[in-house]
């Protein structure tokens, strides 16, 4: 379902127009059906991708449907201030398996590389490949870890691949610090996230596939949480650690210990063997982004986090950003 909003009307994946910055109906819309979205994803070309946060049009008429589609864009603004926090965090200490940020000067919008999703390109990936991308992703989950933060959603749809073959890990508008009272929970979700993810790697499963309701999706949490789920072919050597992070045994595991206990089974490859994306590319998407800026118009519409929340207070609906902080 498309519901009015200001200034898409895009959100999911669907193919409606949109009435945002720039009028940008003809870029396709990368957000997910498939999973709760926290904002809108456009791809702007075949390299480039922006986002920005839900914002809905306020109605006179507050009832229960219209407080909802708000407070799911209040969230929003939320999330993307915890992913810009870690895009600050990483700015001065870049690592390969992050999606990259496209300094651009917008307060408005986040500019990224676009990626392939790992789903798309898993089925072309030898075992070689697969193990350098376990490698990656414990190494990336660990580097958050000591830079004090927690993903808060680590899944399969959050992974994506690089021209480079490069794993990359993204969306981080889930994301606590470990000085947030939500952290210990999260870091316990990413754990048994993580696990999933292994496995995915390995053998092409995910025990989340096909799912059609939040009620098929806490059955299979409560099976994996009882020990019942099953360890497909090709990731039997992490048998331990995909349950560990299923069952909830290693919540309290620091995730640095994780990454030495994968690397102690399948090998500490070097993590540069592959090629990487050079500076000069990035620095000429952040060029093609910049320009775009200078074409784009800003819909009058829109407004920023504080002004909305004055504006929601003004129609009689008291709200606070620090509720979903």
């Given at each position: 379902?498309?519901?009015?909003?200001?200034?898409?009307?895009?959100?999911?994946?669907?193919?409606?127009?949109?009435?945002?910055?720039?009028?940008?109906?003809?870029?396709?819309?990368?957000?997910?059906?498939?999973?709760?979205?926290?904002?809108?994803?456009?791809?702007?070309?075949?390299?480039?991708?922006?986002?920005?946060?839900?914002?809905?049009?306020?109605?006179?008429?507050?009832?229960?449907?219209?407080?909802?589609?708000?407070?799911?864009?209040?969230?929003?603004?939320?999330?993307?201030?915890?992913?810009?926090?870690?895009?600050?965090?990483?700015?001065?200490?870049?690592?390969?398996?992050?999606?990259?940020?496209?300094?651009?000067?917008?307060?408005?919008?986040?500019?990224?590389?676009?990626?392939?999703?790992?789903?798309?390109?898993?089925?072309?990936?030898?075992?070689?490949?697969?193990?350098?991308?376990?490698?990656?992703?414990?190494?990336?989950i660990s580097w958050l870890e000591e830079l004090g933060f927690t993903h808060g959603d680590l899944?399969?749809?959050?992974?994506?691949?690089?021209?480079?073959?490069?794993?990359?890990?993204?969306?981080?508008?889930?994301?606590?610090?470990?000085?947030?009272?939500?952290?210990?929970?999260?870091?316990?979700?990413?754990?048994?996230?993580?696990?999933?993810?292994?496995?995915?790697?390995?053998?092409?499963?995910?025990?989340?596939?096909?799912?059609?309701?939040?009620?098929?999706?806490?059955?299979?949490?409560?099976?994996?949480?009882?020990?019942?789920?099953?360890?497909?072919?090709?990731?039997?050597?992490?048998?331990?650690?995909?349950?560990?992070?299923?069952?909830?045994?290693?919540?309290?595991?620091?995730?640095?210990?994780?990454?030495?206990?994968?690397?102690?089974?399948?090998?500490?490859?070097?993590?540069?063997?592959?090629?990487?994306?050079?500076?000069?590319?990035?620095?000429?998407?952040?060029?093609?982004?910049?320009?775009?800026?200078?074409?784009?118009?800003?819909?009058?519409?829109?407004?920023?986090?504080?002004?909305?929340?004055?504006?929601?207070?003004?129609?009689?609906?008291?709200?606070?950003?620090?509720?979903?902080?």
């Amino acid at each position: 379902m498309c519901t009015k909003a200001a200034p898409a009307t895009i959100y999911r994946k669907c193919n409606h127009k949109t009435d945002g910055v720039e009028r940008i109906y003809y870029y396709r819309c990368l957000s997910i059906a498939h999973a709760p979205s926290q904002g809108l994803v456009y791809a702007l070309d075949t390299d480039i991708v922006i986002k920005l946060p839900f914002q809905y049009t306020i109605p006179d008429d507050l009832d229960d449907e219209a407080i909802f589609y708000l407070n799911h864009g209040l969230r929003s603004f939320v999330a993307m201030e915890r992913e810009l926090a870690v895009y600050d965090a990483v700015a001065s200490r870049q690592h390969t398996n992050i999606a990259r940020r496209l300094e651009v000067n917008s307060s408005s919008c986040l500019f990224l590389e676009r990626l392939q999703p790992l789903e798309e390109i898993w089925v072309n990936a030898d075992e070689m490949m697969r193990h350098r991308w376990i490698r990656e992703l414990v190494d990336v989950i660990s580097w958050l870890e000591e830079l004090g933060f927690t993903h808060g959603d680590l899944a399969i749809r959050n992974l994506a691949v690089s021209s480079s073959n490069r794993l990359k890990l993204f969306d981080f508008g889930s994301s606590t610090t470990n000085d947030h009272y939500d952290y210990v929970a999260d870091v316990k979700r990413d754990h048994s996230g993580l696990a999933t993810c292994l496995h995915y790697i390995l053998t092409g499963v995910d025990p989340f596939a096909n799912v059609d309701s939040v009620q098929e999706v806490w059955q299979i949490e409560s099976q994996l949480l009882a020990g019942r789920g099953t360890i497909g072919a090709g990731a039997e050597a992490l048998t331990d650690v995909i349950q560990a992070g299923w069952t909830g045994q290693a919540a309290s595991t620091k995730f640095s210990q994780v990454k030495e206990r994968v690397e102690t089974i399948i090998g500490a490859a070097d993590l540069d063997i592959a090629s990487e994306t050079s500076e000069e590319h990035y620095q000429r998407l952040e060029s093609r982004c910049a320009e775009w800026l200078k074409r784009a118009t800003l819909d009058q519409r829109w407004m920023n986090p504080d002004d909305y929340c004055a504006a929601c207070r003004a129609k009689g609906y008291e709200v606070e950003l620090d509720v979903w902080r």
